[in-house]
Nanobody, 122 residues
Framework: VQLQASGGGLVQPGGSLRLSCAAS????????MGWYRQAPGKQRELVAF???????NYADSVKGRFTVSRDNAKKTVYLQMNSLKPEDTAVYYC?????????????????WGQGTQVTVSS
């Protein structure tokens, strides 16, 4: 299983970016998908996450500005980021909880994408 993220870049404060992350490989069930970020000198933190049942969780700092969505047919999760602020500058990582069957039975595993840089600066 691989997660391929794209869409980062440099944007001015108040601007918008859209991140995408596509899962590929052998996947029986694509359960949770979402985004985390890590700014220099800080710990990785949750940005937004969506479950297969449609529940969505946002960090308080992005509520009302960011929107997470997913296309299950394309095995892709998106993050629409509006009204970007300099403090949103970070490496953004997509994350997925994927279930598969193994000789030992069904197992869920946590996967990470390679990270995409988002820089908000004038």
């Amino acid at each position: 299983v691989q997660l391929q993220a794209s869409g980062g870049g440099l944007v001015q404060p108040g601007g918008s970016l859209r991140l995408s992350c596509a899962a590929s490989g052998v996947i029986f069930s694509l359960n949770g998908m979402g985004w985390y970020r890590q700014a220099p000198g800080k710990q990785r933190e949750l940005v937004a996450f969506t479950t297969s049942g449609g529940l969505i969780n946002y960090a308080d700092s992005v509520k009302g500005r960011f929107t997470v969505s997913r296309d299950n047919a394309k095995k892709t999760v998106y993050l629409q980021m509006n009204s970007l602020k300099p403090e949103d500058t970070a490496v953004y990582y997509c994350n997925a909880v994927i279930g598969n069957y193994y000789p030992t039975g069904y197992q869920e595993s946590n996967y990470w994408g390679q990270g995409t840089q988002v820089t908000v600066s004038s």
